[in-house]
C-alpha cells in the first residue's frame, strides 16, 4: 500500500532529500559500458568567480532536461562538470581582497605569493557556482569535475601551444589589441562591454602646409590621441576635399607635417567629413595605417599616461592630458567648436575603464588555416549533411561570419593567474616553446646558449577553454574515456561567445583530434527583464535562481523557464512567472494524491489475479471509453514530446506535457473516472480497469516530467514505484531518475474512441459556457437537448457518455436525438456540422434583469473599447511607447471586441425571451 502523501506539496523537504539519495547511489556516474551508446554533455565551464544567475539556470535546466532524457533512453550519459580559472576576472577579485584585508598589492607580494593567495582562494571559493547547480538538481558526474588549470588541462594546454608554435601558427607580433590600463593587461573581445556615454565631440582646425590662413578642421571624440596622428582621411568622392589630397598638414601642438589621404572607410556624414588617422590607437585608422602605409605611432604608457611623444604632456594620465590639451588648442586659435555628443564607448567589463586600443607586442595565433575545416563542418556535404548543426539554424551564420572572416587571435595576457606561456628565452632574446619546464642550465636547441628566462606573460582564458571538450577526456593521452565519449554530443551556450569559444572549440578539436568536438550546439534563450531589459548589477533588475527556487520551488523554476522559451525568442522573466511552475506542481501533486489514495487496495488486488489475468491489465486491455481515451493521449503525448526532445524543441515538450497533465489528465480523465472509483459503477473488475489505468498513465506522466521537474517526479513515483511493479510483475526500478522511458505503441491511439470522448467534451463544454455566460449557480440542474445531425452522430454519444455528460454538468434532464426540440426560452450553442446544444431557461433567470446586466455590461465594454481605440490612434504613443506594451494594448482591444461580440449576441437572444 502506498504511503500517504501530505496534502499540500512542500518542495523545501524533499529537494535535499533525492538529491542525497541519487548522489549516494551514484546514479549520475558514467561509467563506460559497451552494451550501451554514450551520450556526452560538456557543461560550459562558468568562471570560478561567478555566482548562478538566470542564464545558467536556464542553461543548466535545459542541459539536465537532456542528461536525464538520454539516461532514461539508456544511454551511457556523460555530463561533465568543471570551472574556468577566469584569469583576468580572478585576478582583479583576489588583488581587491588583499587590498581590502592586508592594505598590500600583487607587485608588493611579488608573483610566486601572490599565485599562492589566489590558489588559496580558488580552493575556499571556487566551487561555490557548482554547488548552487546541485541546488538545481544538475544531474553531472560530480566525480569527473574539471579545472581549466588542474593538472592534466595544464599538460593539454602546453601540448597544444607547442604543436601550433612547431607547425609555425603560433608567433609574436606588434599588433593593435584592446588594452585595460587599470588592470594592464590586454583583454579579449569578450571581456568589453560597449557603454554609451555622454561626451563631445572636439573640432580641431590643422594647418595646411605654406598656407597659414587655412585650415582643415576634423571632428574628435579622443583630442589626446593627436600626438599619434600621422594622416587626415577624407573619402575620396567627397568634393570638398579633392584639392587637398596628397598635400601636407601641420599636426597642432607637435608641429609634425602629416599627409592628407583619400580612403574610401571614410563617412562624409561624420563631422566636418575630415578625420584624424592614428593608426596606433584606434582598429579602424590602423588598418588605413596598413593600406597607405602610415607610421605607427603609440602614445600611451601602459597605465594610462602620454609617453614622450606627446612632448610636454609626457607622463600625463590620458584623461587629463584631454582636458589641458584642449584648453591649449583653445588659447591657440586651434579649436572650432565643441558639440555635445553620445558615443558607443568600449569599457573593460572587469575595471569598469575605458579600454584604449594599443599597438603592443603580443603573442598571436595564425587562424586562417585553423578556421578552414570549422567552416566546413557546419556546411552540407554532398550528401546533404552536416557534421555540427546549430539549433536554431540561423546562429550559423553568426559563426560563418566571424570564421569566414577571421584575424588572428592574441592569445597573451599581461597577467600572473593563468597559464603562463610555455616559453623560454636564451640571453640574446632566443624564443623556444616546451612542453615540460626546462632543467636548471638547459641550451637552446638551436642556438646552443643557456635558457635565462622564462615569458612573463600568461595565455587567455580560451586558449585553454577551446581544448575543453578533449582535454577533460584525458587529451594528449589516447585514454578509454576519449575513445568512448568523444566526440561529444550536445553543446547548449549562449549566443554571446559563438564565436569567442563555440568556434575556437570547432577549430582545436579539429586540429588536435581530427574530429568533431560535438554534433549539435544549441544557442539558448536570453533571459531579460519584464521590460525587455538585459539583466545587469547597473540597472538592479536581476532576478536570483536560488531565491526564486526557496520562493516557489526548485521545479517550479525549471519547469517555467523552458515553458517561457520558444525557439529563437527570448524570455521577458518577471518573478510573478514563476507561479505558473508552482501551480502546475501543486496540480501534479493533488492530482497524485487524488490517484494514490485510490489505489490502497490495488496491490492486493492484484496479487489474487492469476499470471494472464494481470497480464492483462498491464498490456491495457482497456474497455471504457475515458481509458481508451487517456490511454490515446499518453501515447500520443509520448510521441510528441520524445520528438521534442530529440530535436532539442525544450518549449514544445514542455507545453505537450503541460497540456496533457493539466487538461487531458486532470480536467478530464479524474473527473470522468471517479464514479468508477468512488461507487464502484460497473463493478469491481471496471475499477480494477480504472485503477491500472491510473498507475499506467501516472508512471508514464512522471517520467516524461521527470527531465524537467525532477524532485517532485521522484517523489511522487517512489510512492507509485510498487504500484507499477505489481502491474508489470517484475523488481521496481531503483529510482525514477534511472527509470525507462515510456513507448508508445500505434495499437494504443485509439483514435476512434478519442473522436468519440471528444464530442462528449465539446458538448460538455458547451453546457459549461451557457451557465457561465448566464449566471446560472453550478448548483442548480439544468435541462438540455442535443440535436445532432445525423445517426452517425448520434452514436458518438452512447447512453454511458450521456450519463457522464449529466453528471459533469449537473443536468436533471438531457435530450439527445435527430431532430430533437427546441425549448421556446433557450440558450443555443451551435457545435458545427448542423449539431446545436439548447439549455432550457424558463424559471431560471429574470430575462428582463438579464437583459439589464447585459445592456451594462455592453456599456462599460463599449468604454474600454473607445478608450482603447483612441490610444492606439494616437502616434505619439505608438512611437514612444514600449513594444511590448503597445502590443499588450492591441491584444488587450481585440479581446474586448471578440466578449463585446458575444455580449451583443446575448443580448439579442434575451431581448428575444423576454417579449
Known sequence: MPAEMPPRFQPGTIETKWYEFWASHDLFKAVRDIRKKPFTIMIP??????????????????????????????????????????????????????????KTTRNELGREKFLEEV?????????????????????????????????????????????LWEKGLIYRGYRMINWDCKLQTAISDDEIETTETRGHLWYIRYQIKDQ??????????????????????????????????????????LGREIPVIADDTVNPEFGT??????????????????????????????????????????????????????????????????????????????????????????????????????????????????????????????YLSWLENVRDWCISRQLWWGHRIPVWYDADGNAVALKEDPPEGALHPKSGKPLVRRDDDVLDTWAS???????TLGWPEKTADLGYFYPTHFLSTARDIIYLWVARMVMASYEFTGEKPFSTVYIHATVLDGQGRRMSKSLSNGIDPLDMAEQWGVDAVRLTLPMLTSEGQDIKLAESKFEMGRNFCNKLWNASRFALTNLGDFEEAIGKLSDSERAGLN?????????????????????????????????????????????DFCDWYLEVVKPRLYDGKGGERSRLRAQ??????????????????????EEIWQNLRPLSAALRGDTPELALAIAAWPKASKERLFLPERKRFGFMQDVTRALRNIRAEHNLDPKTPISAALNVADKATLDLLAEAERDTVSKLVNMSGFEVAVGARKPKA??????????????????????????????????????????????????????????????????????????????????????????
Not at 577553454?465 to 582535454?471: G, K, R
Not at 455592453?858 to 505619439?876: I, M, S
Open 212 to 253: 597659414p590662413e587655412k585650415f582643415v578642421v576634423v571632428a574628435t571624440t579622443r583630442p589626446e590621441t593627436l600626438f599619434g596622428d600621422t594622416a587626415v582621411a577624407v573619402n575620396g568622392d567627397d568634393d570638398r576635399y579633392s584639392n587637398l589630397v596628397g598635400k601636407q598638414l601641420i599636426l597642432p601642438i
Open 119 to 163: 590558489w588559496k582562494w580558488k580552493d575556499e571559493y571556487g566551487n561555490r557556482i557548482l554547488n548552487q547547480l546541485r541546488k538545481l538538481g544538475a544531474s553531472c558526474d560530480w566525480s569527473r569535475t574539471r579545472f581549466t588549470m588542474d593538472e592534466g588541462l595544464t599538460r593539454a594546454v602546453r601540448e597544444s601551444f607547442v604543436k
Open 619 to 663: 498490456e491495457g486491455q482497456v474497455v471504457e471509453l475515458e481509458d481508451c481515451y487517456i490511454e490515446g493521449c499518453l501515447t500520443s503525448t509520448i510521441v510528441d514530446v520524445t520528438d521534442a526532445l530529440e530535436r532539442y524543441k525544450f518549449n514544445e515538450a514542455a507545453q505537450a506535457l503541460y497540456h496533457f497533465v493539466w487538461d
Open 273 to 398: 567629413g575630415a578625420v584624424k588617422v592614428t593608426p596606433g590607437h584606434d582598429f579602424n585608422d590602423y588598418e588605413r595605417g596598413q593600406r597607405h602605409d602610415l607610421p605607427m605611432i603609440n602614445v600611451l604608457n601602459k597605465d594610462g599616461t602620454l609617453n614622450e611623444q606627446a612632448g610636454k604632456y609626457q607622463g600625463i594620465e590620458r584623461l587629463k592630458a584631454r582636458k589641458q590639451l584642449v584648453d591649449e588648442l583653445d588659447e591657440l586659435g586651434l579649436l572650432e567648436r565643441v558639440e555635445d555628443y553620445t558615443n558607443n564607448v568600449p569599457h573593460s567589463d572587469r575595471s569598469k575603464t575605458p579600454v584604449e586600443p594599443l599597438l603592443s607586442e603580443q603573442w598571436f595565433v595564425k587562424m586562417k588555416e585553423l578556421a578552414q575545416p570549422a567552416i566546413a563542418a557546419v556546411k552540407p556535404n554532398a550528401e546533404g549533411k552536416r557534421e555540427i548543426t546549430f539549433v536554431p539554424e540561423r546562429w550559423e551564420r553568426v
Open 826 to 915: 433557450s440558450a443555443t450553442v451551435v457545435l458545427g456540422g448542423g449539431n446545436e446544444v439548447y439549455v432550457n431557461l424558463e424559471g431560471l433567470i429574470d430575462f428582463k434583469m438579464e437583459l439589464l446586466r447585459l445592456e451594462a455590461n455592453q456599456a462599460k465594454l463599449n468604454e474600454g473599447v473607445t478608450k482603447l481605440k483612441r490610444k492606439l490612434e494616437n502616434l505619439n504613443y505608438i512611437e514612444r511607447a514600449p513594444k511590448d506594451v503597445v502590443q499588450r494594448d492591441r491584444d488587450r482591444l481585440s479581446e474586448i471586441v471578440a466578449e463585446l461580440e458575444r455580449v451583443e449576441k446575448h443580448i439579442e437572444e434575451v431581448k428575444a425571451q423576454a417579449k
Open 692 to 713: 491500472s489505468t491510473l498507475v499506467r498513465v501516472l508512471d508514464g506522466i512522471l517520467k516524461m516530467l521527470h527531465p524537467f521537474v525532477p524532485f517532485i517526479t
Open 465 to 471: 577553454s577551446w581544448l575543453w571538450p578533449f582535454s
Open 45 to 102: 565551464p562558468p568562471n570560478v568567480t561567478g555566482a548562478l544567475h538566470m542564464g545558467h539556470a536556464l542553461n543548466n535546466t535545459l542541459q539536465d532536461a537532456v542528461a536525464r532524457f538520454k539516461r532514461m533512453q539508456g544511454f551511457c550519459v556523460l555530463w561533465l562538470p568543471g570551472t574556468d580559472h577566469a584569469g583576468i576576472a580572478t585576478q582583479a577579485v583576489v588583488e581587491k581582497k588583499l587590498f581590502a584585508e592586508q
